[in-house]
């Protein structure tokens, strides 16, 4: 993050135009499916795998600032069914933020299993490719988990890696690490996809320059 020991009050001028301001997640921006995907999950008798359908909308957001802070970003929802399936197995929803001024890329992501985490990493502007961490413990890309998650299945660490693809899909790679209750080994709770727009992003109507 940028050293904001001076002033933490006045405020840049933000552009209306999130999609112009998105560094490596503007290709991201969109209606996306997959099923080129594997879910590596835990069953009481070893790892559980598991291919999945995946819809992801992620629509730009209004810029925001904390202060001096310029942050502009995606918003998300993510819904994962097992094929043939109606319900949902896995549900997130979050934010994908990028600041431009520290090339700094943050994703937040809660899931209704009663978690919330907050990964972090740094890009380039034009990357392809990107990886963000959040680690149990930290009070700036820590994990945040009910009760009995932290008695049962307590998470140390989330890692998500992604490949902007040359034919435009774009692919994820995540590994949540586990300590579940009365095993010694910690469990490495992967998952991966790799997602095609299906439809074009909608910016803020409301937001567009005169
Ligand atoms: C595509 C993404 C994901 C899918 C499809 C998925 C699916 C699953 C499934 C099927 C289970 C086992 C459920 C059970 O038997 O109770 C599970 C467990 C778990 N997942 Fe995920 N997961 C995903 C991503 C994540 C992420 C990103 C996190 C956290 C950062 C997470 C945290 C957990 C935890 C803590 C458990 C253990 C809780 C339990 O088994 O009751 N998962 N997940």
Redesign the pocket.
């Known amino acids: 993050m940028a050293d904001h020991a001076g002033d933490i009050f006045t405020e840049p001028e933000a552009d209306p135009d999130t999609l112009r301001n998105l560094g490596p997640l503007r290709r991201m921006a969109g209606l996306w499916e997959g099923m080129k995907s594997l ?1 590596v ?3 009481p008798n070893g790892p559980r795998r ?1 291919v ?1 359908h ?1 819809r992801i909308a992620l629509q730009p957001m209004d810029p925001q600032t904390n202060g001096p802070q310029l942050l502009y970003g995606l918003h998300y929802v993510a819904r ?1 069914v097992k094929p043939g399936a109606v319900a949902t ?2 549900h ?1 929803t979050g934010y994908w933020l990028w600041e431009p001024a520290t090339e700094t890329v943050i994703h937040t ?1 809660t ?1 209704p ?1 009663g ?1 919330t ?1 907050m990964a972090i990493g740094h890009a380039a502007a034009d990357a392809t490719r990107f990886e963000l961490r959040a680690e149990r413990g930290s009070t700036v890309n820590g ?1 945040c ?1 009910l009760p009995f ?1 932290e008695l049962a ?1 307590r ?1 140390e660490s ?1 890692r998500i890696e992604v490949t902007l693809n040359p034919d435009g899909t774009w692919s994820y790679d ?1 590994d ?1 690490v ?1 300590m579940v209750r009365g095993r010694p080994e910690p469990f490495h ?1 992967t ?1 991966r996809n790799t997602l095609t727009r299906i439809e074009d992003p909608t910016p803020n109507p409301r937001m567009r320059r005169p």
């Open positions: 879910d999950n835990l069953g598991q999945y995946e994962m197995y896995h997130q992501l899931i299993r978690q985490a994990i988990s998650l299945f998470t989330f995540e949540t586990l709770h998952d």
